[in-house]
């Protein structure tokens, strides 16, 4: 039993929780993930005709001073997360 559970421990310690940005823009909202152990993330343009793109990207460690100088601001994964199962709208 106690071999069990130290296994458990270790796979959520190993979970990796990831940072997430929003900048909003006239016609469309960016939104964006980020690991930041191995700065693989995805980038969601979400246009105003409710179509995603999605694209997956590599950053760089200088990937925060990049969004905060072209304004984003903290984002959550609900928002995202809805826009990758289609389910919210673009307002």
Same mark, same amino acid.
């Given at each position: 039993m106690q071999k069990q559970y130290q296994y458990y421990y270790f796979c959520i310690m190993a979970q990796t929780i990831f940072e997430y940005f929003k900048k909003e823009l006239d016609d469309a909202i960016i939104l964006v993930r980020i690991n930041p152990n191995s700065y693989e993330g995805i980038e969601l343009i979400v246009l105003k005709n409710n179509q995603v793109k999605k694209t997956d990207? $590599? %950053? #760089? !460690?200088?990937? @925060?001073? *990049? $969004?905060? @100088? *072209? &304004? %984003? $601001? !903290? &984002? #959550?994964t609900l928002e995202i997360n809805l826009h990758l199962q289609g389910i919210s709208e673009h307002k």
């Open positions: 990207r $590599l %950053f #760089n !460690k200088s990937i @925060y001073e *990049d $969004l905060e @100088y *072209d &304004g %984003f $601001l !903290k &984002g #959550n």
